[in-house]
């Protein structure tokens, strides 16, 4: 049977070039262009998170937050080799990788299907696929602790797509199809050894807005993947993700929307929650830098520097450089938690900090913790501020985007060791900015913003 015979993909170019192909020609959607909503975004380690666990330490917190960044770049890593080299099977399998078991720190809520019942997924802007969990098919695999979010059975709008419906064949090389009339399956497994299965489905969306009277946006019927058979390999409640890169599948291709923005708070931080804005209530303010050009799957940036107060940090020439197999760069991403900086950029910031901060320093409890200070959190402040230059604007990063307290007067830096060519901007050094894409411009912007009162 055909869900059963993993990767069964004959050529990965034609994967590659569907979804060029694809791209251009398209046009889910017949929304109206001023079409704009906001939604509610949940850090997984706040109380108010569906996947909260008490039991956790803030340092449990910290060093799972940190092992999440490590992997979600160990991810990304693996899809850019498996797209550039095509070398081993191994690597064609990297390619299919789309439903992060490990990855995501905000989730989003919305509601599916008629009734409309509601539902949390990840909020992912390094992958293109919406998906949620549902019953499981043949639950040989499928652990019972994992929670279904959505019944197709009792939604009267779902429909399961054919393997010639509109949409299946940029699900790519994931796909199990053998026959058009066959629906659409799609068979995921991970380098960990997790799998999930599931069918490329399509049922009605609606947001949630708190700025509307009735509360919700009817956004129409979006095309998800209904997964009913998962075995993780790791620690994971992740039960659905809404992606946000620019391939075809994501929420905003679909949707048709060239904008999209969000303001993210400390985590922890009760109460006001952090929030995303789409279409036309998505704000593109502050210094703008580049996206760079040719990339649908994540969003490069040009990272021209790094500051500790007035000082470049000496970086060796173009360590931020994509290599010509595309390796390396600077990718701005939602989903990572800490910042992580290839490794001859990390020993240069985290020397020119320690060298520029007049308070005791240790190693942390962890050997990632690799520059720590002890001290208040006012006496922070005879720390320089760190900043990034990107390509036309500068982010400079408050003192709680800089450091984590991992015990009572012990401050980390929150930025980490890269072991891969590749460096990402995590979420926590985008706290108290609103941060801004323009696909149509082919900008992110930055604005300082108390992204608490928004
Ligand atoms: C919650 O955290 C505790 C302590 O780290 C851990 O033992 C437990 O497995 C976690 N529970 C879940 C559901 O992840
Ligand atoms: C799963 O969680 C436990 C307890 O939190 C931890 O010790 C273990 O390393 C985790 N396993 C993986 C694969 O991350
Ligand atoms: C890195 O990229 C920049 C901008 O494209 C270029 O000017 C520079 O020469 C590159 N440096 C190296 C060492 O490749």
């Known amino acids: 049977m055909a869900i059963t015979s993993l990767f069964n993909f004959s050529n990965i170019f034609l994967f590659l070039s569907n979804l060029l192909i694809l791209r251009s020609r398209i046009a889910f959607s017949s929304i109206a262009h001023d079409l704009g909503f906001s939604v509610r975004l949940i850090h997984q380690d706040s109380p108010l998170s569906p ?27 693996s899809l850019i080799t498996a797209s550039s080299s095509l070398s081993t099977s191994t690597r064609r399998e990297d390619i299919a990788s789309r439903l992060i078991p490990d990855s995501g720190e905000y989730t989003m809520s919305f509601s599916i299907g ?8 990840i909020a992912d802007t390094g ?14 695999h499928q652990s019972t602790e994992i929670p279904i979010v959505f019944e197709p059975s009792e939604s009267s709008s779902y429909r399961s797509l054919s393997c010639d419906s509109f949409g299946c064949d940029a699900v790519g090389a994931a796909r199990t199809c053998t026959n058009p009339y066959q629906s659409c399956e799609y068979s995921i497994t991970y380098l960990d050894g997790s799998i999930t299965k599931g069918t490329f489905s399509v049922d009605k969306f609606a947001f949630e807005d708190p700025r509307r009277s009735n509360n919700h946006v009817d956004v129409g019927s979006l095309r998800f993947g209904c997964s009913h058979e998962t075995s993780w390999h790791v620690n994971s409640t992740y039960i659905g993700a809404v992606g946000l890169n620019r391939l075809p599948l994501s929420l905003i291709s679909q949707l048709n929307m060239r904008k999209f923005s969000y303001c993210m708070v400390i985590p922890n931080d009760q109460g006001s929650g952090s929030k995303m804005y ?16 040719g990339e649908d799957w994540f969003y490069y940036v040009t990272v021209v520097g790094i500051s500790v107060g007035d000082g470049r940090v000496p970086l060796p020439d173009g360590v931020f450089n994509r290599t010509d197999s595309g390796e390396g760069g600077f990718v701005i991403d939602s989903g990572t938690t800490y910042t992580t900086l290839r490794s001859e950029a990390y020993d240069a910031l985290i020397k020119a900090l320690g060298e520029a901060t007049p308070l005791p320093q240790r190693k942390g409890p962890v050997y990632w913790l690799e520059l720590c200070f002890e001290g208040s959190f006012e006496d922070l402040d005879l720390a320089p501020d760190v900043s990034f230059q990107f390509d036309g604007t500068e982010v400079i990063l408050m003192k709680q985007s800089t450091y984590v307290e991992v015990q009572e007067g012990l401050w980390c830096l929150s930025i980490v060791r890269s072991d891969r060519l590749l460096s990402t901007l ?24 108390d992204c608490a009162t928004f």
Request: aromatic content about 12%.
């Open 426 to 449: 995590g979420n926590v050094q985008q706290q108290n900015y609103l941060v801004g894409y323009d696909l149509d411009e082919e900008v992110v912007s930055f604005a300082p913003a």
């Open 51 to 77: 996947f909260y666990n008490h039991s956790m330490t803030s340092f449990d917190r910290i060093q799972a937050a940190a092992r999440r960044s490590i992997s979600r770049l160990n991810h990304f890593h």
């Open 278 to 293: 789409f279409g036309s209530q998505a704000v593109i303010s502050g210094g703008r830098t580049p996206f760079l050009e």
């Open 114 to 121: 008629s009734p409309p019942i509601q539902v949390h997924a």
């Open 127 to 140: 992958s293109d696929f919406i998906w949620l969990q549902c019953p499981c098919k043949s639950c040989s």
